[in-house]
């Protein structure tokens, strides 16, 4: 393989960019930052970075990572930031030329290190991505090239409160699209209870809830201000209206609408695929079902999880073990060991979900979920999509506020981002 063009194009990484990495991660130091200058690539230490801190050495994700680098005859340095923070150092390591040699990352910043050309494509390392979910490979290419492998995928879906459902009169299964949710909710608020609670806050968790209002209603992002963007947030204000959903909503987070919904005072909460254990652990009969497009169907919900991706390094023959570390990652057995070990990931092929459902067939639901997902990145978006999404986030606050009807908020939304993204 030949990467002279790529090496060099870590360079193009500005010093907007670069002040921004360094800004974030004082303090900091790239535990790659031998990883592209080993004596032996067939042999020795390979670095991994990845973005669950949470899961220390003595995890069974460590043991999972160190299992892969065993099979391929190397130690793995392992180093894990938050989601941010990798990002920048990722960012920063390619400007130093300290790259490590694979890395774990959030499925929407894969575009953003491909675009500074850090990263080798999926083709150069010599991976097989024929088995992928397309529409969960989409989310890691860019201008037709896929530069990383989804390790899984989660998403949201409605939970609901079982017991609530039943004493208000509401059968799950008869919620199919938009006018059935709505008129689910109006029965359990009649019945004296709290209808839905979503995260609506100012941030790209609000955007990756309301999208999948957004696209069940047929809106594009690249037109927010459209007829059909319109209805999705005059669905959302109509609820706070009605009283269905509680003001609260505007500042909630993923978090906070879970600890509300785990109260039993709310019928329904949109949240993910990482709330199945606690879920099962509630006070409460609960039960999911899918978020409905507008006229029926299943709407796409934006697609969670992260990408393996390996940033190009300047000896190439650390790319073979590279290779081999990214495919026992990747195989059916380990997209199913991954979705076990961390308990709300679902693999992005169709033999892995098979594979899964076999030992979890609760799990069915999400399966579904994510088989008619979307990613964030999607129709060529790349870096477009942070610049768009925070115009969406903005209006969808101002919208439910008050401060701005709906098709004000997005005519308004639709300006700023063509102004960021041109």
């Known amino acids: 393989m030949h990467h002279t063009t790529r090496r060099n194009a870590h360079l193009r990484l500005t010093a907007g960019v670069a002040t921004i990495a360094v800004a974030g991660l004082l303090g900091a130091c790239s535990s790659g930052s031998e990883a592209g200058t080993g004596s032996d690539a067939a042999s020795g230490t390979y670095t991994w970075w990845d973005p669950y ?32 923070a990798l990002t920048n150092q990722a960012l920063l390591a390619a400007q130093e030329g300290t790259s490590p040699d694979v890395i774990l990352l959030d499925n929407p910043a894969v575009s953003t290190l491909a675009d500074t050309g850090m990263l080798t494509t999926v083709d150069e390392l010599g991976l097989d991505t024929s088995a992928i979910d397309e529409n969960l490979l989409a989310a890691g290419v860019v201008d037709g090239d896929a530069y990383g492998i989804p390790i899984g995928a989660n998403t949201l879906s409605l939970y609901y409160n079982a017991d609530i459902l039943a004493e208000a009169g509401v059968d799950p299964a008869s919620i199919t699209d938009w006018d059935s949710l709505t008129a689910a909710l109006q029965a359990v608020t009649d019945a004296g209870h709290k209808g839905i609670t979503f995260a609506g806050i100012g941030t790209e968790e609000g955007s990756f809830q309301f999208l999948p209002w957004f696209w069940g209603a047929g809106a594009d992002l690249r037109e927010l201000d459209s007829p059909e963007a319109v209805a999705a947030l005059e669905l959302w204000k109509g609820w706070l209206d009605a009283g269905y959903a509680p003001q609260s909503v505007i500042n909630n987070s993923q978090n906070t609408t879970w600890e509300e919904f785990l109260t039993g005072d709310f019928a329904f909460v949109e949240n993910g695929t990482w709330q199945v254990n606690a879920a099962a652990e509630a006070e409460f009969e609960t039960g999911i079902v899918q978020l409905p497009g507008r006229d029926g169907g299943v709407a796409p919900a934006p697609t969670g999880g992260e990408f393996i991706v390996a940033p190009v390094q300047t000896d190439d023959g650390r790319y073979e073990v590279t290779r081999q570390i990214v495919e026992c990652m990747t195989t059916p057995e380990g997209f199913v060991e991954t979705a076990t070990t961390f308990a709300y990931y679902i693999p992005p092929t169709t033999e892995g979900q098979d594979a899964l459902l076999e030992e979890q067939p609760e799990l069915e639901p999400w399966v579904e979920a994510v088989r008619n997902a979307k990613g964030r990145t999607s129709d060529d978006l790349g870096t477009d999509y942070p610049k768009i999404s925070e115009a969406l986030w903005t209006a969808v606050q101002n919208a439910l506020s008050g401060a701005q009807s709906p098709e004000e908020a997005l005519a308004n939304a639709q300006a700023e981002a063509e102004a960021a993204t041109s």
């Open 53 to 84: 801190p949470q899961h220390d050495t003595s995890s069974d994700w460590a043991a999972r990572v160190q299992a892969c680098g065993e099979e391929a005859g190397v130690t793995i340095e392992r180093t894990a930031y938050d989601t941010t």
